[in-house]
């Protein structure tokens, strides 16, 4: 993902995440703290059709949504994958699970042994199927109200 990209993000997660708002600001300063977890997804023709934003974080903890985060922890714990969207004609293409492939190839490479995320929208056995389990944990439970009633806390172990 380039700074360049960070229009067509932002009008792709207002069609994808209609229930997720989050200004451009939050994508700006993602890109801004960890390039090596952004990505963008491209057609055939070049047109972007799908992003992912992900970076290092403390498990068991949640960022919240819009807001922005000041900094990557220094002694972050896990790789938080923050969003991975896709428009309708990625879907169904292996496009998901190729940059979760990616992702988990990027965390291992750079120590973590755990990846995380807030599973919304009822993703949760598209999650299962990459390798995260939930972890349910009373402690998460009203943070986890703020994504969605179905919101889901999971990890996935790398080693």
């Not at 598209?126 to 999971?154: H, V």
Request: net charge negative; glycine share 6%; proline share 4%.
């Amino acid at each position: 993902m380039e700074t360049s990209d960070l229009v067509s993000v932002s009008a792709m997660a207002n069609i994808i995440h209609t229930d997720f708002f989050e200004a451009d600001a939050v994508y700006q300063e993602r890109l801004q703290l960890y390039p090596d977890g952004c990505h963008v997804l491209q057609d055939g023709d070049g047109k972007l059709i799908g992003y992912a934003i992900t970076h290092p974080w403390q498990l068991y903890t949640l960022p919240s949504l819009n807001s922005l985060l000041g900094q990557i922890p220094n002694d972050a714990t896990t790789y938080y994958l923050h969003d991975i969207a896709l428009l309708p004609q990625s879907r169904g293409t292996g496009a998901a699970r190729e940059i979760v492939s990616i992702l988990a190839d990027h965390a291992q490479r750079s120590c973590f042994t755990t990846m995380s995320l807030v599973a919304v929208n009822g993703s949760t056995g598209f999650w299962k199927k990459q390798g995260f389990e939930p972890d349910d944990r009373p402690e998460l439970e009203a943070k986890l109200r703020t994504y969605s009633d179905d919101a889901r806390f999971m990890v996935r172990y790398l080693r």
